[in-house]
């Protein structure tokens, strides 16, 4: 939608003080998945994820107390952020290729791929000014937007903030779309994963990973928050996150006039199945304090301790499934030939 771009630039254009947002570097590409299948090395797809080196096959307990270090600017976020991953299969012969991932516009130098993720109490542009209490995550908690599974358009229309651009310039990102775009971007693919954010208030996850928490939003962008339902009456923070895929390699592989040649690594025919998962990691209460302090979200208000980038890239985790991800391959990851 135009709004998503309006916002964009105001992003850059002016001071915003309407949330917390910083980049994370990518941590590991790898098949785990710590929310959705536990226990399971490898998981059934491979994903893309950033934050603490508290991430493990299985994660239970306070994340946040175990974590040593992480490739967020946050330096106090140990939380873990993914998505699955984009993959160029090739038109005419059917390989597969790993998209990269590239910084997005304006995080703090050195950001390296990765995300950027947003804590928003509010709105994107306009301050929370104690409209509505946040509350934090607790330890433990855990969530899921959208399914790999989704399979119609309107459908995917209805998971309001799962979204693609086809980016012109990383700070031109054009029309927000529910599905990948039909032609080459000059810039990559953008794609942006809202989730919602009022809680039953008693569930740390939910079997589906989703039903403990309800979304009030009812159109796409960082729009403001409407009240919580009776069900679910408990206001956290609004979290996103950003990703940019460099696919301006492939450009000249898609041919002219013929369909989108990019998939998920768990395939699918279009991107409706786009989804994201968190882990929530913040070390004792430091996202309540920043949720608390009212007119300076954007940068942690100096209540979170930050660290350059440099620093941050070190942050490693060990590759538990070990699997080549890089390179031409016959199939995805997991999934069949
Ligand atoms: C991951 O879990 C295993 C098994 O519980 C444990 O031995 C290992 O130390 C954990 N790794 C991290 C980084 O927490
Ligand atoms: C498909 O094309 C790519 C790019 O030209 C090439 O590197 C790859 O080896 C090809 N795959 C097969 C199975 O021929």
Not at 115 to 122: A, D, E, G, H
Not at 204 to 230: E, K, V, W
Not at 237 to 244: G, I, N, R, S
Not at 272 to 297: E, I, N, P, V
């Amino acid at each position: 939608m135009k709004s998503f771009s309006v916002a964009a630039l105001a992003l850059i254009a002016s001071p915003v003080h309407a949330g917390l947002r910083f980049g994370c570097s990518s941590l590991i590409v790898t098949r785990l998945d710590p929310v959705v299948e536990p226990g399971r090395a490898p998981s059934a797809h491979l994903h893309h994820i950033v934050g603490g080196n508290a991430f493990n096959v299985t994660m239970t307990g306070d994340v946040g107390s175990r974590g040593t270090c992480t490739t967020c600017e946050m330096a106090e976020d140990f939380s873990n952020y993914w998505t699955a991953v984009l993959y160029f299969k090739h038109p005419t012969n059917g390989s597969y290729h790993r998209v990269p991932v590239t910084n997005n516009a304006a995080l703090a130098s050195g950001t390296r791929g990765g995300m950027t993720i947003y804590y928003t109490p509010y709105d994107f542009s306009s301050d929370n000014l104690k409209k509505q209490p946040i509350t934090a995550f607790k330890p433990g908690f855990r969530m899921t937007v959208g399914s790999p599974t989704t399979s119609t358009l309107a459908a995917a229309k209805g998971h309001i903030g799962l979204r693609y651009n086809c980016l012109q310039t990383l700070i031109n990102r054009g029309a927000e779309m529910a599905d990948f775009p039909d032609k080459p971007c000059p810039a990559g693919i953008f794609t942006v994963h809202h989730f919602p954010a009022c809680w039953d208030g008693k569930n740390l996850d939910s079997p589906d990973h989703q039903s403990h928490m309800y979304n009030t939003i009812t159109r796409d962008g960082f729009t403001n928050a409407p009240a919580c339902p009776a069900s679910h009456p408990v206001r956290m923070p609004q979290v996103t996150y950003e990703t940019v895929w460099d696919t301006t390699k492939f450009n000249s592989l898609w041919p002219s006039g013929t369909p989108n040649p990019y998939v998920w690594s768990f395939e699918g025919s279009s991107g409706y199945g786009t989804h994201a998962d968190y882990m929530f990691g913040w070390k004792g209460d430091s996202l309540q304090r920043a949720m608390d302090k009212d007119g300076c979200f954007y940068d942690g208000c100096g209540t979170i301790k930050k660290q350059t980038m440099n620093v941050a890239n070190q942050c490693t985790v060990k590759d538990m499934v070990n699997e080549n991800t890089d390179g031409w391959v016959t199939a995805l990851p997991g999934q069949m030939a």
